[in-house]
């Protein structure tokens, strides 16, 4: 079939990707196709077919390796001047290796093979006589990095991004990366990329010498000619590649990055990177060493708990981004209430690309909030252009304009009904038809905020979390009135400014707060006890949660965690602790937290906690006492129909409070742990403290846990 038939060239018909000669097609895959020019350059290009982004799968690679045979037999009879390799896709070079592959794989020794398999066409690529020239645009990561590390250059189109995400998924690069990256530029800058999982932009790859040039799109055909014809004078390595060819040197460089992972990922949660730093040190000096040594370890990784357990997050933020695909409908958004949510809110909003008119009662907290918002963008947006354009969409409306030509407006003042609805009832005069409504309530009932509203139907729970612009999560809250489209259009909105949503029903404190709150109150309890904090917080630190619930208490501000404990003790029979009168007195006093700058901790300008030494060691049942709590809420969401599913409520749990994420979150936890053990576990704890550890009869049933 001529090249030029298939159908993703014809959508191509703007011809504005240079993607070989249009009457050159030499041999058409499912995936990948070959042409040649008139001027003997081979064009390879990769379109994996059925999908919107290139990834590498095993088929991918099997066709690549016939492919290659074609670009040898051509070289070999001097019928090829050179080989392009691009993707036909829109939304970058590749991806990845497609990480549905990955899924549910025990068995090192079957992955140890098909590395070895996919090695052997990677080298193949590498092996060519001719000149390779990678031209990449978009993401180029993982595993589509080592195929573009195979060929001899690499050319970025302006605004590519590389790099080696595979850390995030409990594994490190395994096609190649781990001994090609380092031989091409600086080791340690190689090492730093594949350790931390952060890509560099076009201009950063080219200052580091992983690309050749970064061009324009229309510049592609001559810069091919350019590097086959060996004009492209690529400036590459550094003398620290030939000092850390040295062992002793590479023993030094290692210990100091172990200490720095060890800051950031303890070993017994994420062993990936120590795993990486250990097989640079051993075989940095020999590539083919390195190898072999590359794909043993990999295999082992891909197979552990660890790197199952955040392929399975990586799936769970999948399906939560496709509940937020389609179309809200949302342009312009108003919010009502520039305090610490609203104001983030609207600051999000407007760097995701929206207009936004921000409101208050106070002139003086829309001046705060937009001076936030231009810290942030200073902070977030890369290019001068987009930091003014964000701060250009976000609009400070001292009259409230903005609500009548808003299509969504979020309402994010004082937590009182009464408030609140007054605010509505203004707002119903002056909203667009068919506008959505929302309230970022974290405890009032959506069933007495929508009494009296014209449009109830259009009444929508967005619960964000704080910080907003570090949370990824978002409650989408139902009510008895609330519209299937209502729902749907909130979604979307969630989708549409990058976030992650999570439908809950309107119970008190939704699932988050409430699964968070005997957590939290437990640690009080502790704290009673005359534990030391630190201890507290190491215990849950041990369990792998980004930080402890004394630290996380003072985060989420210590009034509104009273609040909620307050408000879940009222509506709920969740047998909750009395929360003590030192708090009480604590909050009154203004110390609340990280934001008064002194909660259960002493905060700096830097905001981090002036934190002593831990004393005691915790133990496992410390740690029990303060997570099974939350695993215990949970179960009770889960049974009460709070939450739709297990994998709804771990992905949530995940993405609002950073629940340890190696732990596939806290369902998948309890499965692996075992239902009946955690019921064991919560009854000793119940024997040993009280009531309010009484296991919920959830874990009874057979299904217990999802
Ligand atoms: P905040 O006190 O920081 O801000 C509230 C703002 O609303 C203030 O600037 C106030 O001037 C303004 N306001 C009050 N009445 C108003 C009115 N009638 N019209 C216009 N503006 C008015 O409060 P916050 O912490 O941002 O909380 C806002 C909402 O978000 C609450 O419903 C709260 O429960 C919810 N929430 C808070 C958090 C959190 O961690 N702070 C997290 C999730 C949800």
């Given at each position: 079939m001529?090249?030029t038939?298939t159908?993703?060239w014809?959508?191509?018909?703007d011809r504005?990707m240079?993607?070989g000669?249009?009457?050159?097609?030499l041999?058409t895959?499912e995936?990948?196709?070959?042409?040649q020019?008139?001027?003997g350059l081979?064009w390879?290009v990769?379109?994996r077919?059925?999908?919107?982004?290139n990834?590498?799968?095993?088929a991918?690679?099997e066709?690549?390796d016939?492919m290659?045979?074609e670009?040898?037999?051509?070289?070999a009879s001097?019928?090829?001047?050179?080989l392009i390799?691009?993707s036909?896709?829109?939304?970058g070079f590749?991806?990845?290796?497609d990480?549905?592959d990955f899924?549910?794989?025990?068995?090192?020794?079957?992955v140890h093979?098909r590395?070895q398999?996919?090695h052997?066409?990677?080298?193949r690529?590498a092996?060519?006589?001719?000149?390779?020239?990678?031209v990449?645009?978009?993401h180029?990561l993982?595993?589509?990095?080592e195929?573009a590390?195979?060929?001899?250059h690499?050319?970025?189109i302006?605004?590519?991004?590389l790099?080696?995400?595979?850390?995030m998924l409990g594994?490190h690069?395994g096609?190649g990366?781990?001994?090609?990256?380092?031989?091409?530029?600086?080791?340690?800058?190689?090492?730093?990329?594949?350790l931390t999982?952060?890509?560099?932009?076009?201009r950063?790859a080219?200052?580091?010498?992983?690309?050749?040039?970064?061009?324009?799109?229309?510049?592609v055909?001559n810069?091919?000619?350019?590097?086959?014809?060996g004009?492209?004078a690529a400036?590459?390595g550094?003398?620290?590649?030939?000092?850390?060819?040295l062992?002793?040197?590479?023993?030094v460089a290692?210990?100091q990055?172990?200490a720095r992972?060890e800051?950031?990922?303890?070993?017994?949660h994420?062993?990936?990177?120590y795993?990486?730093?250990?097989?640079w040190e051993?075989?940095?000096a020999?590539a083919?060493e390195?190898q072999s040594a590359e794909i043993a370890?990999f295999?082992?990784?891909?197979?552990s708990d660890?790197?199952?357990n955040?392929?399975?997050?990586?799936?769970l933020?999948e399906?939560?981004r496709?509940?937020?695909?389609?179309?809200?409908?949302?342009?312009h958004?108003h919010?009502?209430g520039?305090?610490?949510?609203g104001?983030?809110?609207?600051?999000?909003?407007?760097s995701?690309g929206?207009t936004?008119?921000l409101?208050?009662l106070?002139?003086a907290?829309?001046?705060?909030a937009?001076?936030r918002?231009a810290?942030?963008?200073d902070k977030?947006?890369r290019?001068?252009l987009d930091r003014?354009?964000?701060?250009?969409?976000?609009?400070p409306?001292f009259?409230?304009?903005?609500?009548?030509?808003?299509?969504?407006?979020?309402?994010a003042v004082a937590e009182?009904a009464?408030?609140?609805?007054?605010v509505?009832?203004?707002l119903?005069k002056?909203?667009?038809?068919?506008?959505?409504l929302?309230?970022?309530?974290?405890?009032i009932?959506?069933?007495?905020?929508?009494e009296?509203l014209?449009a109830?139907?259009?009444?929508?729970g967005l619960?964000f979390?704080?910080?907003?612009?570090?949370?990824?999560?978002?409650e989408?809250?139902?009510h008895d009135?609330?519209a299937?489209e209502?729902?749907?259009?909130?979604?979307?909105?969630?989708?549409a400014i990058?976030r992650?949503?999570?439908?809950?029903k309107?119970a008190?404190?939704f699932l988050?707060n409430?699964?968070?709150?005997?957590y939290?109150?437990?640690?009080?309890v502790m704290?009673d006890?005359?534990l030391?904090?630190e201890?507290?917080?190491?215990?849950a630190?041990?369990?792998?949660?980004?930080?402890?619930?004394?630290?996380l208490a003072?985060r989420?501000?210590?009034?509104i965690?009273?609040?909620?404990?307050?408000?879940l003790?009222?509506?709920?029979?969740d047998p909750?602790?009395?929360i003590?009168?030192?708090l009480v007195d604590?909050?009154?006093?203004g110390?609340t937290g990280?934001?008064?700058?002194?909660g259960?901790?002493?905060?700096?300008d830097d905001g981090?906690?002036r934190k002593?030494?831990?004393?005691?060691?915790?133990d496992?049942?410390?740690?029990d006492?303060?997570?099974?709590p939350?695993v215990?809420?949970?179960?009770?969401?889960?049974?009460?129909?709070?939450v739709?599913?297990?994998?709804t409520?771990d992905?949530?749990m995940i993405?609002?409070t950073?629940f340890?994420?190696f732990?596939?979150g806290?369902m998948?936890?309890?499965?692996?742990r075992?239902?009946g053990?955690v019921a064991?576990?919560?009854?000793r704890?119940?024997?040993?403290?009280?009531?309010?550890?009484?296991?919920d009869?959830?874990?009874d049933?057979?299904?217990?846990?999802?």
């Amino acid at each position: 079939m001529p090249l030029t038939d298939t159908p993703v060239w014809n959508a191509l018909a703007d011809r504005s990707m240079a993607l070989g000669p249009d009457d050159g097609g030499l041999k058409t895959l499912e995936h990948w196709r070959l042409s040649q020019g008139g001027d003997g350059l081979l064009w390879l290009v990769l379109d994996r077919a059925g999908e919107s982004a290139n990834t590498l799968s095993e088929a991918v690679l099997e066709e690549l390796d016939t492919m290659l045979g074609e670009v040898e037999a051509l070289a070999a009879s001097d019928q090829a001047r050179g080989l392009i390799v691009r993707s036909a896709k829109r939304s970058g070079f590749a991806a990845g290796a497609d990480v549905r592959d990955f899924r549910g794989i025990d068995d090192a020794a079957t992955v140890h093979t098909r590395m070895q398999r996919a090695h052997g066409v990677i080298d193949r690529l590498a092996g060519l006589a001719v000149p390779t020239v990678a031209v990449v645009h978009g993401h180029c990561l993982g595993g589509g990095l080592e195929l573009a590390l195979a060929c001899r250059h690499r050319i970025a189109i302006a605004g590519a991004s590389l790099g080696f995400p595979e850390v995030m998924l409990g594994l490190h690069p395994g096609l190649g990366g781990t001994f090609r990256l380092p031989a091409l530029i600086d080791p340690l800058e190689a090492m730093t990329m594949m350790l931390t999982g952060k890509p560099a932009h076009a201009r950063k790859a080219k200052r580091l010498g992983l690309v050749d040039a970064v061009i324009e799109e229309r510049h592609v055909d001559n810069a091919v000619r350019d590097a086959v014809g060996g004009g492209l004078a690529a400036d590459r390595g550094s003398w620290k590649s030939s000092v850390l060819s040295l062992g002793p040197a590479r023993q030094v460089a290692a210990r100091q990055m172990r200490a720095r992972v060890e800051d950031r990922a303890p070993k017994a949660h994420y062993p990936a990177p120590y795993r990486l730093i250990d097989l640079w040190e051993e075989h940095g000096a020999d590539a083919e060493e390195m190898q072999s040594a590359e794909i043993a370890s990999f295999s082992e990784l891909l197979v552990s708990d660890t790197a199952q357990n955040l392929i399975r997050v990586f799936f769970l933020r999948e399906r939560l981004r496709a509940d937020g695909r389609g179309d809200s409908g949302v342009g312009h958004v108003h919010v009502v209430g520039a305090g610490t949510m609203g104001g983030d809110i609207a600051a999000w909003c407007a760097s995701r690309g929206l207009t936004v008119t921000l409101a208050d009662l106070d002139p003086a907290a829309i001046a705060r909030a937009v001076g936030r918002a231009a810290a942030f963008y200073d902070k977030k947006l890369r290019s001068r252009l987009d930091r003014r354009d964000a701060l250009d969409r976000l609009i400070p409306d001292f009259s409230g304009a903005g609500a009548a030509k808003a299509d969504l407006v979020i309402e994010a003042v004082a937590e009182k009904a009464d408030v609140k609805k007054a605010v509505y009832a203004d707002l119903a005069k002056r909203m667009k038809p068919g506008a959505l409504l929302a309230t970022n309530t974290s405890s009032i009932p959506l069933e007495t905020l929508r009494e009296g509203l014209p449009a109830p139907e259009r009444l929508v729970g967005l619960h964000f979390f704080n910080p907003v612009t570090r949370m990824e999560l978002v409650e989408v809250v139902g009510h008895d009135k609330a519209a299937p489209e209502t729902l749907a259009r909130a979604r979307a909105f969630c989708g549409a400014i990058g976030r992650l949503p999570a439908p809950v029903k309107s119970a008190p404190g939704f699932l988050v707060n409430r699964a968070l709150t005997p957590y939290l109150a437990e640690a009080f309890v502790m704290l009673d006890e005359g534990l030391a904090k630190e201890t507290i917080d190491r215990a849950a630190e041990r369990f792998g949660m980004p930080m402890g619930p004394v630290e996380l208490a003072d985060r989420v501000g210590l009034d509104i965690g009273l609040e909620v404990a307050r408000m879940l003790a009222e509506r709920t029979d969740d047998p909750l602790p009395d929360i003590p009168q030192w708090l009480v007195d604590k909050v009154d006093k203004g110390e609340t937290g990280r934001k008064a700058g002194k909660g259960f901790y002493d905060y700096g300008d830097d905001g981090k906690p002036r934190k002593g030494t831990p004393g005691a060691e915790p133990d496992q049942a410390m740690i029990d006492r303060l997570v099974l709590p939350m695993v215990n809420a949970c179960m009770r969401c889960l049974r009460e129909g709070v939450v739709a599913d297990a994998e709804t409520l771990d992905a949530a749990m995940i993405f609002a409070t950073g629940f340890a994420p190696f732990r596939g979150g806290p369902m998948h936890y309890a499965r692996t742990r075992g239902s009946g053990e955690v019921a064991a576990a919560l009854k000793r704890l119940q024997e040993a403290h009280g009531a309010r550890f009484a296991p919920d009869p959830g874990w009874d049933r057979p299904d217990a846990a999802g």
